[in-house]
């Protein structure tokens, strides 16, 4: 079955210092993948995806992820991070069309970062 | 103008009262979605309906029942209501149902349901 892990539930940085936040996926084949971010009492906002091509990803708000397909893994990672970077980031895993024509996406735990002044 | 929008933000509630959620896209788009978040901040899908008709639906208790009334709304209605139904329910749309490239989920801002 398809999943989604975030082995971090809580991070804590320093501001300007930089960020790495971890997510593993199981799938049958190269699924689409997705970083989001959830402000405190917002909606989702998508960060950054990788459906093919270039295996490091380039989004908003100065985010990068890395698609590694011998580990199974899509990193988000911010070279220095600001105070209004202090958020929930989930990982996401969507099926590609080969297995699936419905956008189903389903979500890792999270993870939380809070940044220390 | 928000693109997707919900209402209420916030619903406290006793239990075995009936509610309604509703959301609605500016978007344009043929596709949307209810989850849950729980607790723990786990996010599930409910539901999806793409041009009013029902794609996905997941183990959810037939106390839920999505309502389209037209392809830019769709309300959650939720009957009976129990203490573990508490969460945040996102309602989200896409351009439309299929897992292509530019096919991108937009949420909206939540709605917090508190059961007593």
């Known amino acids: 079955a398809q999943s989604v892990t975030q082995p971090d539930i809580h991070i804590t940085v320093s501001e300007g210092a930089s960020l790495e936040l971890r997510c593993n996926y199981s799938y049958g084949a190269t699924p689409y993948l997705f970083w989001y971010v959830q402000s405190p009492g917002q909606g989702l906002q998508l960060l950054l995806k990788y459906f093919s091509g270039d295996t490091l990803v380039q989004g908003i708000k100065g985010f990068e992820a890395e698609f590694k397909r011998s580990q199974s893994s899509f990193n988000l990672r911010k070279p220095s991070v600001h105070w209004s970077d202090a958020a929930e980031y989930f990982c996401?895993?969507?099926?590609?069309?080969?297995?699936?024509?419905?956008?189903?996406?389903?979500f890792g735990s999270g993870t939380r970062l809070s940044i220390r002044p | 103008d928000t693109a997707v929008s919900q209402t209420p933000k916030y619903l406290v509630t006793q239990m075995g009262n009936d509610k309604s959620i509703k959301c609605e896209q500016n978007?344009?788009?043929?596709?949307m979605y209810w989850y849950k978040q729980d607790s723990k901040k786990f996010l599930k899908i409910m539901f999806s309906y793409n041009n009013k008709e029902l794609i996905i639906n997941e183990t959810v208790p037939n106390r839920f029942s999505p309502k389209s009334p037209d392809k830019a709304h769709l309300n959650l209605h939720i009957n009976s209501l129990e203490l573990g139904d508490s969460a945040v329910y996102f309602c989200?749309?896409?351009?439309?149902?299929?897992?292509?490239?530019?096919?991108?989920?937009?949420f909206g801002a939540g709605t917090r349901l508190s059961v007593l």
């Open positions: 996401a895993v969507g099926p590609s069309p080969r297995y699936s024509s419905a956008s189903k996406i389903i």
């Open positions: 989200a749309s896409s351009q439309d149902n299929l897992a292509t490239a530019k096919n991108i989920q937009y």
């Open positions: 978007l344009g788009h043929d596709t």
